[in-house]
């Protein structure tokens, strides 16, 4: 009997006859429901955000700059994808997969959504059917939290429900292409689960995919964005030595990435997005449970932390020299956590504008791709921005600001005083910004002996 079930959800996964259940249509859940879909799936994006729902019905993303989601929502919506928030739809789904977010709490991972979507997908499923997860798990849940769930709702994991972890690494901007190119692994609880989940992934991934047990998959992820925030850290903590040491990094970088073994990341202002600020915590939050306190882990995590608050002091301290002591207007260039990414969330500029905000600047925010204003005021236009400002930072690393005309930017400013450009992404150099009549500072460069400059730039 087991066994027949097993070979009908084989059979309907080859001929893409399942019925697929996606519970969450955020960044993950919606351009994996499509990508299922245009695979030739029925998909149900379900949601329990109405508003979200009602806009994907009306073919309207909240993944606008995502190349191609809407083109695709609009091909697929009235076709084989159905956005949903009622529970009914997704009764007797063949397939279950699990994309809500996994948030940190203060001291410890927050996995209360994924455990909520798991309820909702035992509801969905049907008998001999496979839950994918794809939310990001702290190590240890799928075995310790995740099988004792299910199996105290009355379902024995391997016969009634077949069950993977299937962790989502793709990052934001270019989803729909890291979706299907990345190579993806697969952490199932026994053989059938695992050739399930294969037939599934096959039908839309062209990265490859590996096998392995669910807690080597949860541990893959986690050491991934550790390593990420690590070595940005040692990147970020070679410009902080930089600025005392009066040396350019810029230079130091370049000529230590000419040794064959070396590869320095360009430093920042800092770390952001929904994964690497929480990954590395979950490593360390996990490890320290069980007796072995990360070292390098957390310091990188506090490190990386730090980074905006030390140079929104840096960029206070220069406002100020300059302004007899006042603060003053700062135009802040990007609000996203990376170039190109329409993406704001936990972005290091958010901190960086508060404490500007809090310290007695007016901050003003523009940002080609995303609508923030993190306690300062959006403005819609990168003139509207400038016009007037004491100072600029330059805070993400958008193509359209590295293609910036700074002489053109200096007359927009309009000001006859002094400018500061803060490049807080290494995207000019001090020569170019300083011909353009703007005082150059950036990180990973001293500001002693800036106040030869203070009395110098005119335009
Ligand atoms: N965004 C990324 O860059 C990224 C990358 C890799 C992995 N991940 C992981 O993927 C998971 C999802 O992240 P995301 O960025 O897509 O989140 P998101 O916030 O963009 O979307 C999650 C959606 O889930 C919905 N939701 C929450 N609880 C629900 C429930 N019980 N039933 C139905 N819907 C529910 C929310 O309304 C929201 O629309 C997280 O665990 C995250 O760590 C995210």
């Known amino acids: 009997m087991k ?26 859940g ?3 429901s499509l990508l299922m879909a245009r695979a030739g799936f029925s998909v149900y994006g379900y949601d329990i955000n109405q508003t979200l729902i009602k806009e994907l019905l009306d073919g309207k993303t909240r993944l606008n700059s995502e190349k191609g989601m809407k083109e695709l929502l609009n091909e697929l919506k009235d076709r084989n994808y159905v956005p949903t928030s009622d529970l009914d739809d997704l009764y007797g789904s063949d ?17 209360s959504m994924v455990l909520e979507a798991l309820d909702t997908a035992l509801k969905a499923v049907r008998r001999g059917g496979l839950i994918v997860i794809e939310s990001t798990l702290p190590p240890r849940t799928f075995y310790d939290v995740i099988i004792p769930q299910i199996e105290k709702r009355g379902f024995k994991v391997g016969e009634d429900i077949y069950l993977t972890y299937c962790p989502e690494r793709a990052l934001p901007g270019n989803l ?11 952490g199932a609880i026994d053989e059938r689960s695992a050739q399930l989940a294969k037939l599934l992934y096959g039908s839309f991934v062209k990265g490859g995919i590996e096998v392995t047990d669910p807690l080597t998959a949860e541990m893959v992820k986690l050491v991934e964005n550790s390593y990420r925030d690590l070595n940005i850290a040692f990147a970020n903590e070679v410009a902080r030595i930089c600025e005392v040491m009066g040396v350019d990094v810029k230079k130091v970088r370049e000529l230590a990435n000419r040794h064959p073994r070396v590869n320095i990341l360009i430093p920042g202002i800092g770390v952001g997005g929904s994964c690497l600020t929480k990954d590395p915590l979950f490593l360390y939050w996990a490890s ?6 990360p070292k390098l ?34 135009a802040v260039l990007g609000a996203t956590y990376k170039g190109d990414v329409p993406d704001p969330r936990e972005s290091p500029v958010e901190p960086f504008v508060k404490e500007l905000v809090k310290r007695g600047h ?18 819609p236009n990168l003139v509207g921005a400038v016009k007037g400002a004491n100072a600029i930072a330059f805070v993400t690393d958008h193509s359209e600001f590295k293609l910036i005309d700074l002489t053109k930017l200096r007359k927009a400013v309009n000001r006859s005083e002094p400018v500061i450009l803060f490049d807080g992404r290494m995207l000019f150099t001090p020569e170019e910004a300083e011909r353009a009549g703007f005082i150059y500072i950036s990180v990973g460069r001293s500001t002693i002996g800036l106040e030869k400059a203070l009395v110098r730039p005119e335009i």
């Not at 397939?95 to 996995?111: H, M, Q």
């Open 3 to 28: 066994r027949v079930i097993f070979e009908d959800l084989e059979t309907a996964l080859r001929a893409k006859e399942a019925k697929i259940s996606v519970i969450g249509q955020g960044y993950i």
């Open 30 to 32: 919606l351009p994996t």
């Open 95 to 111: 397939v279950v997969l699990i994309a809500v977010p996994t948030p940190k709490g203060n001291n410890g991972p927050d996995i």
């Open 176 to 186: 729909l292409h890291e979706i299907v190119h990345n190579f993806r692994v697969i």
């Open 288 to 293: 320290e449970e069980r007796g072995y306190s």
């Open 297 to 330: 882990i957390k310091r990188a995590r506090d490190l990386n932390l730090e980074m905006p608050y030390h140079y929104a002091q840096i960029l206070d301290e220069v406002v100020r020299g300059l302004n007899g002591g006042d603060g003053g207007t700062i």
């Open 362 to 379: 007016i901050v003003r925010i523009y940002d080609p791709l995303v609508r923030v204003s993190f306690g300062g005021e959006y403005v």
